[in-house]
């Protein structure tokens, strides 16, 4: 099965920068995604990990350690519209569902200014 | 990327009706999800559906509850079956495209 732990809610000032961790543990992993998801809405995608390393796009950066089991979301120069939860979610594929994601419960992430 | 729209998006039951919420894909796609998320909570895989074959449920849920169709590569089906209040949430179809997966709208569901 697969266990992804992420922060519940975490706070930031407008201007800052926020890191929100994912820790994940899956037998068959194949690739970590970083969704954000506005109330009321469907998530959207941000971001795909599949090797280790750092993907940098635009203000959002993505992080990934395989042997750790442990991955990052950087978003910078925050903005109010960055209020929103951010979901961590892994590929497995030994889970049944073959390439279907399994979502961590997601950190809400508030911007104040 | 690809656009998924879904129909209805919204709407409220009465318990122990049914209803059968359709997923529309602008491209034609292997791999179709089901997707459930409850008040406050997170995603939850429901079921894959691929085209040409059974669907794939995972653990804790049933076909007699959630009856899946996939009849081609860009349109599939979920219905929700014999109604009760738990079942109220938010149903995402989801499509893997390239290596990518992307959600629907999503259908939000009060059963009273």
């Known amino acids: 099965g697969q266990n992804i732990d992420q922060p519940t809610e975490m706070t930031a000032t407008e201007g800052a920068i926020v890191q929100i961790n994912c820790t994940y543990q899956?037998?068959?992993?194949?690739?970590l995604f970083w969704y954000q998801q506005h109330a009321g809405e469907a998530p959207t995608f941000l971001s795909y990990?599949?090797?280790?390393g750092l993907e940098e796009k635009g203000r959002f950066s993505s992080f990934l350690s395989r042997s750790k089991g442990y991955s990052y979301l950087l978003l910078k120069e925050l903005q109010m519209k960055d209020s929103a939860s951010y979901l961590c979610?892994?590929?497995?594929?030994?889970?049944?569902?073959?390439?279907?994601?399994?979502f961590g419960k997601g950190t809400t992430l508030s911007v104040s200014s | 990327s690809a656009v998924i729209s879904q129909k209805p998006s919204r709407d409220i039951c009465q318990r122990g009706t049914s209803l059968t919420i359709q997923c529309q894909v602008d491209?034609?796609?292997?791999?179709m999800f089901w997707y459930r998320q409850q008040p406050g909570q997170s995603l939850t895989l429901i079921a894959t559906a691929n085209q040409g074959s059974e669907a794939t449920y995972e653990s804790g849920f049933v076909i007699d509850k959630f009856p899946i169709s996939r009849p081609n590569l860009t349109f599939s089906t979920l219905t929700v079956s014999n109604m009760s209040p738990e079942d109220s949430s938010i149903y995402l179809c989801s499509v893997q495209f390239t290596d990518t997966q992307y959600f629907g709208p999503g259908t939000r569901l009060t059963v009273l």
């Open positions: 990990n599949v090797l280790d």
């Open positions: 899956t037998s068959g992993f194949n690739g």
């Open positions: 491209s034609q796609v292997t791999m």
């Open positions: 979610a892994v590929r497995d594929r030994t889970n049944q569902a073959g390439t279907a994601l399994i």
